[in-house]
């Protein structure tokens, strides 16, 4: 059976006297992809937050690799190898694509990273991350000309460069085309092929179902569903939460050519 390598056990967060999040419970097993949804607002960003300590859980238990991290600041936990990415696109505009990558890897190393204890001795170099997320032929070409889609796969490079053992992606198929989603789902497979686990959150159910091992759903801060696509796909409570929400790409589409006929 394959070990846990991080678990959430009641974790709750709390804004003033909002409840964010409500006795989340959560075991995530090394080497799954596994994918986080939830209509805007169920708390899927906050548990993001308080997983990498950028949020202190105001009660529950987070466990990284059997360690208790529940108090342990932001970089210390990112420096142990668990690395997330932000909805917005974060890099150096005037630097290439490649120097980017560089500079991120130069970073991680300055901060004296620990996540690469018990790795392959070879991690892949700025040229390879490059490659992973097919931006290779845009090696030498700044940042800020890229496209949302492009800029999407270089946070997920730059991610890299920290050698997660557990990857968290914040919403990254936000904005995208079904062409540059379904390219960003190759390019986190193969992520997942250098050993590194990953956890999407994401409310395009769509796009989760098409390439992730489990789910997590999430509604007003609680768990309220778990397990295969498929379980998910056909649970009453599921399809209930997001009746008015949309269920993904598909409804998006239609919702914003409906707003363009009543607006035209």
């Not at 630097?95 to 204890?117: C, E, L, Q």
Request: glycine share 10%.
């Amino acid at each position: 059976m394959t070990s846990a390598i991080c678990e959430l056990t009641g974790v709750h967060h709390n804004f003033g006297g909002v409840k964010a999040l409500a006795g989340i419970d959560l075991s995530i097993a090394e080497d799954e992809i596994l994918g986080i949804a939830g209509p805007n607002g169920s708390g899927k960003t906050t548990l993001f937050n308080c997983m990498t300590g950028y949020y202190r859980a105001s009660r529950g238990r987070i466990t990284w690799q059997g360690e208790d991290v529940t108090s342990w600041p932001m970089h210390k936990r990112a420096s142990r190898g668990l690395v997330r990415t932000f909805q917005q696109s974060m890099h150096f505009p005037s630097a290439t694509v490649r120097d980017n990558v560089g500079m991120a890897i130069d970073i991680a190393r300055s901060k004296g990273n620990k996540a690469a204890a018990g790795r392959q001795s070879r991690w892949p170099d700025a040229d390879d991350l490059v490659g992973i997320v097919g931006l290779s032929e845009l090696t030498s070409t700044p940042s800020r000309v890229l496209s949302h889609g492009q800029l999407r796969r270089l946070g997920v490079a730059l991610a890299l460069a920290a050698r997660p053992r557990l990857l968290l992606l914040d919403e990254p198929a936000a904005g995208l085309t079904d062409g540059e989603a379904r390219l960003l789902e190759r390019v986190l497979r193969e992520v997942r092929d250098l050993g590194v686990t990953i956890a999407v959150v994401d409310h395009d159910m769509r796009f989760l179902f098409s390439f992730v091992d489990r789910m997590m759903v999430m509604a007003t801060g609680k768990k309220l569903a778990e397990g295969l696509p498929a379980e998910i796909r056909a649970n009453p409570e599921v399809i209930e939460a997001y009746l008015g929400h949309g269920l993904g790409r598909e409804q998006e589409t239609q919702a914003a050519a409906g707003d363009e006929e009543a607006t035209g």
